[in-house]
Each structure stands twice: as C-alpha cells, then as structure tokens.
C-alpha cells in the first residue's frame, strides 16, 4: 500500500473518531483493513451530509453537492482529487463495493434538500434506501458475504435503523419543518403535522406513534437473520450495530413513544443493555421464501448534467 493511500486512511480515520456515532464502538470488532474501510465509509457518508446541513441556501448546496457528484464519479475512475476520494476509490477495489451504492448515499442526502413530503409509506421507503439501506449495502460488502439474499436483508436492516432515527428525532425534525412520517398514516390517525410539536402528546399521536414503533419491531425481526449470512468477523460488529438501534427503539417503546419531552439517549446503561442483547443474540436461520423484495425508484433531486444511478448511522 502506497503512503498516498495510508495517508488517505489515516485522514479518515481522523474524520472518524471526531464523531459520536452509535455505530463506531461496533468497529473494534473488525479486522484492522475492515475497521479501516468502515472509517472511509463513515467519512465519505458524514461529509456528504456536511454540504447539505451547512447554513448556505439551498440553491447553493445543490451546487456544492453536484460538484461533490462529479468528484465521486472521477473518483470512481480512479480520478481521485482528495485523500478521501483516494481512500474511497481503493476501499471500492479492496471491497468490491458497487459505485451506485456510494452514488445512491449522495441521491439521498441531495433528497433531503427539500422539506420532505411523502403521501405514503412506499415514498418514505424509497428514502430510506437512500440514506440508510445504500449505507448497509456497502457495509455487508466490507462484512463480507457469499449468499446473495444477504443484500435484500441489509435493505430491511437500513429501512429498520432509518425509521428507528425518524421516530427519535421525530419533534427536532418537525420543528425545523420536517415531518418524514406519510401524510396518509397522519390522516389515518387523525393527526396534523403541528401535533408534533406539542410536548405532550394526544391520544391520537401516541397511537401513531404505536404503529410506527410496531412496524419498525417487525422490520427488525425480517431482518435478524443477516447475521448469520455475514463472515464471521463481519458478524459480530453488525450484531453489535442492530442490537444498539434496536434498544434505542425498545427505549421509544418503554417511553410509549414520548419523544416529545427529552431526547431518547442510549447513554452508558443503554449501551450496556445494547451490549447484552448483543451477547444473547441468536440469528435465526433465513427462510428461502418470504423475502420481500425492494426496488429504489430514482431519488427525487434537480438533475445534473452528468449521469447517475438511484441512490445513510443515515442521519
């Protein structure tokens, strides 16, 4: 390895370990050149949300993110201008990482320019496999993997966590104007975007707030069973990750959806039960029939003049 490209890694890993990621605990339990490739992963995925979460306008940081998209396809070909797109371009080799799935976690970030403003839950997925399941896409690559139903379970895996995310920053969201949650499951129970952001809530949100929690809890359970598809090192960081997103949503459940009032923090004894969990997880054996499939429709953002491919942690 080049000291252009260790260098690449080591700024990475920099932009790593600034982060308080839920996620970057669970890379400890990686090899050194998986640990290494989750930190370019990670990098790569937080400054791409960086360009559109600045205070710029919006017209302007769709400028700057597709200029970040002409930078992402010459680095794809090798064309690298940055240490980070140097590191990103030998982990896609290293790792056999599709490019579409690094394209896709830009599509996503560039959708999250417009307030969002999905009618139904079909509308919501397709975000979510943008900035979430594009995420765990490339993440099982690095896990590695053999059996190809592993790619359909990490796309349930990234909806699972995303929705996790939206429910804990459901009133944040909501007071910047930013209700992710379908228009047609507010209607179905009766609620208006404003009701997010009373402190407390009605009857009305929290039984939205129950199915949503309840839909997540059997995304969660579709899932589990990528565990035992992934390498066995691989494994037990993803074990790790899911069982810390599925405590966080445990703890949405135990609050009854109180997401109003403070926070949802994990904390040190939620890590700890997240950690638990992680010990006592048991994989289920995937079932070769039963497997839903999905396919992302192209994410809604102005196009560029370059080409690119449909499009997160995520959030």
């Not at 592993?150 to 996790?164: E, H, I, N, R, S």
């Not at 390498?231 to 109180?258: C, H, S, W």
Request: glycine share 4%; proline share 4%.
């Amino acid at each position: 390895m080049t000291n252009e490209i260790e260098d690449a890694y080591r700024y990475c890993a920099e932009v790593s370990r600034g982060s308080a990621s839920n996620f970057l605990w669970s890379f400890r339990l990686l090899s050194r050149e998986q640990r290494r490739a989750m930190c370019v992963l990670y990098a790569y995925a937080r400054q791409t949300d960086d360009l559109a979460d600045s205070e710029l306008s919006a017209e302007v940081r769709r400028i700057q993110l597709e200029a970040w998209r002409s930078e992402l396809d010459d680095a794809l070909s090798g064309n690298c201008r940055s240490p980070l797109w140097t590191a990103v371009h030998d982990v896609s080799l290293r790792f056999a990482i599709p490019g579409e799935y690094f394209v896709a976690i830009l599509d996503g970030v560039a959708m999250d320019l417009s307030p969002p403003n999905y009618d139904t839950f079909s509308e919501l997925r397709n975000y979510c496999y943008h900035v979430a399941s594009a995420v765990g896409l490339a993440c099982i690559h690095i896990f590695g993997f053999e059996d190809e139903r592993a790619k359909q379970l990490a796309v349930t895996c990234g909806l699972a966590f995303q929705l996790t995310n939206i429910l804990r920053d459901l009133r944040e969201d909501a007071v910047r104007g930013r209700v992710y949650l379908p228009r047609e499951e507010l209607m179905q129970f009766d609620c208006q975007p404003d009701d997010l952001l009373e402190c407390e809530t009605s009857h009305q949100v929290r039984e939205l707030l129950r199915f949503q929690i309840a839909r997540a809890e059997q995304l969660y359970d579709a899932a589990a069973p990528l565990a035992a598809l992934l390498n066995p090192q691989g494994r037990r960081a993803f074990i790790v990750m899911f069982a810390t997103y599925r405590t966080l949503l445990a703890e949405i459940k135990r609050r009854d959806g109180d997401v109003f009032s403070r926070r949802v923090r994990l904390g040190y004894r939620g890590k700890l039960r997240a950690l638990v969990a992680a010990m006592r997880f048991r994989s289920p054996k995937p079932e070769l029939t039963n497997l839903e499939t999905f396919e992302p429709r192209p994410a809604r953002h102005k196009p560029s003049s370059r080409s690119s491919i449909a499009r997160q942690p995520g959030r």
